[in-house]
């Protein structure tokens, strides 16, 4: 059965053929998008979102987190003032004892 939805939406919306509600991996030959983010297809989740399997769409980072992988806390870069240093996927406002701060890489 073919979709009604503009390409890469395998399902939409039923009025809006190009506002996704889940996506094609591929399409033919073509490589696909297969990510849905804010109602499109992409290639990859943008800079501060993660991919949510159980949820099937990109999802923002936990505020501490400038970008995160697997889920919102698993940050995997940090910035900002009030939690700048990264230690085992988690925003700091301070390394811990035993940890030096490294400001230009930002992690303990």
């Known amino acids: 059965m073919k979709s009604e939805c503009s390409y890469p939406c395998n399902t939409c919306e039923l009025d809006e053929p190009t506002i996704c509600l889940s996506c094609y991996e591929t399409q033919g030959q073509e490589l696909g998008l297969p990510f849905l983010q804010l ?9 501060g ?8 769409h990109c999802e923002l980072c936990d505020d501490n987190c400038y970008d995160c992988q697997a889920s919102a806390d698993n940050c995997v870069v940090c910035g ?29």
């Open 39 to 47: 109602g499109t297809c992409v290639a990859e989740c943008n800079f």
């Open 49 to 56: 979102r993660y991919y949510n399997t159980d949820e099937q």
């Open 80 to 108: 900002g003032t009030e939690f700048p240093y990264l230690l085992q996927n988690e925003c700091l406002d301070d390394c811990p004892f035993g940890y030096i701060n490294s400001f230009p890489a930002k992690q303990c």
